[in-house]
Nanobody
Framework: QVQLVESGGGLVQTGGSLRLSCAAS????????MAWFRQAPGKEREFGAA????????HYADSVKGRFTISRDNAKNTVYLQMNSLKPEDTAVYYC??????????WGQGTQVTVSS
């Protein structure tokens, strides 16, 4: 089982940057694919970015492509989301997701990102 704790959210102006971190417990972190999702008020949770177990493969939603970068440090059991050129529509609770080799999903508690116009 994996436990996930997000951090790094906050309030930023349009055009600003934030870096989210997700610290994972457990010795099998390197076997998990990791992803970031987000949920804006009144909307469903949506996919943002994903990275494979080695960090060699990434995938992004069209809405964040070119602005966000997902990365991971398996030695630190941590995945990151660097968010640049932030827009008000990026305002949401951001959730870290881990998927193990048996396709079981684990979620963090979320961190709030608010982008002011």
């Amino acid at each position: 089982q994996v436990q996930l704790v997000e951090s790094g959210g906050g309030l930023v102006q349009t055009g600003g940057s934030l870096r989210l971190s997700c610290a994972a417990s457990g010795r099998t972190f390197s076997r998990h694919a990791m992803a970031w999702f987000r949920q804006a008020p009144g909307k469903e949770r949506e996919f943002g970015a994903a990275i494979n177990w080695s960090g060699g493969g990434t995938h992004y939603a069209d809405s964040v492509k070119g602005r966000f970068t997902i990365s991971r440090d398996n030695a630190k059991n941590t995945v990151y989301l660097q968010m640049n050129s932030l827009k008000p529509e990026d305002t949401a609770v951001y959730y870290c997701n881990a998927r193990d080799p048996l396709f079981r999903n684990y979620w963090g508690q979320g961190t709030q990102v608010t982008v002011s116009s």
